[in-house]
């Protein structure tokens, strides 16, 4: 297990389609477990696997519950609608509203390649959503309403 580095935007690997995984082979099972490493070393909610430079069809959210692993996710159905902040490991230390649907179904593989399908609303459907987008070579960016603006997540102090 190792944290990787993760691209930020303008590096070509966010741009680009992702391929499926036919099978998880001992590598794509490292990749799986440095990717949850990489997300918690961050403090994200979630990561694609181009944002540690590999364009496979895989990324891991964890929005509270525990680590969900996504292979060859597919959106079955989506409705509703939210606005809100939205963030990336990808672009730190910025964030921008965006809408997207408040509610999200989504058909996948586990790191097993067991069959199974997730269902979220507000936050997770939200994580779920933007971490497809980037296996399709987009971020959120290009949802952006009006313009980023800078964040700061230091701890508070209790």
């Known amino acids: 297990m190792a944290i990787r580095q993760i691209r930020v935007q303008g590096d070509d690997v966010l741009t680009k389609v992702c391929r499926p995984v036919k099978e998880i082979t001992p590598r794509i099972a490292t990749l799986i477990e440095d990717m949850v490493d990489t997300m918690y070393e961050y403090d994200g909610v979630g990561l694609a696997a181009p944002q540690v430079g590999v364009l496979r069809r895989i990324a891991v959210i964890d929005v509270g519950d525990g680590p969900i692993v996504l292979v060859n996710p597919e959106v079955l159905e989506t409705s509703g609608s939210q606005t809100g902040e939205e963030g990336c490991l990808s672009l730190p230390g910025k964030s921008g509203q965006v809408t997207r649907p408040n509610y999200a179904k989504v058909h996948a593989f586990n790191e ?17 959503l933007h971490e497809i987008d980037h296996l399709d070579g987009h971020m959120y960016t290009e949802k952006v309403e009006g313009n980023l603006h800078d964040v700061n997540y230091e701890e508070e102090e209790a």
Not at 112 to 128: F, K, Q
């Open 112 to 128: 097993n390649m067991e069959e199974y399908e997730v269902e979220g609303e507000e936050l997770l459907a939200r994580a779920l």
